[in-house]
Structure formats: C-alpha cells, structure tokens
C-alpha cells in the first residue's frame, strides 16, 4: 500500500501506474475495467499512453466517512492487477 496515497478533503485514496508501452497501459485498463465490473465498484480513472491514475473514495458518501478495511482490500486488488 505504500504507493497509494492517502488523501484528506474529501477523503480518498491515489495511485499513478505508469507502464512502457501503450500496449501495456491498455491491458492492464482492460483488466481494471474486468474488476471493477466483477466488484459493483467504479473508482476514478484517468489516462495517458503510459499512465493511469486511480482515485478511489470510500463506498460510503457521507460526510465525514473514513476509508475502512474494504477500500484498503480494494486498493490491494487493483494492485494485484500489476501481474
């Protein structure tokens, strides 16, 4: 969990992927995508030809919400993604 980033304001959760190639950027995309389908969770993506950034929020959007043990599991999935 080191490379995610743990924000205030709202509350969420970052991590950039930066891979070689476009190729390899689609893929892993197409496998986030897989996932999140699998999960009923849609974090939000952005990307670039070698990069892809991932701003995940705590399932529960009432103010003051902290993330939990389920958005950290989460975060741990997507970066199983990686391999």
Do not use: C
């Not at 709202?10 to 190729?23: D, S």
């Not at 986030?32 to 950034?53: C, M, Q, W």
């Not at 958005?71 to 391999?83: P, R, V």
């Amino acid at each position: 969990m080191n490379q995610w980033q743990k924000r205030s304001r709202p509350i969420r959760l970052e991590r950039r992927f930066e891979f070689e190639t476009y190729a390899e950027t689609r893929d892993f995309l197409d496998r986030l995508g897989e996932h999140t389908e699998a999960a009923k969770r849609f974090p939000d993506i952005s990307f670039g030809r070698t990069y892809v950034n991932i701003t995940l929020r705590p399932e529960d959007e009432e103010e003051e919400v902290e993330l939990n043990e389920d958005d950290y599991k989460f975060a741990a999935e997507i970066d199983g993604l990686l391999n």
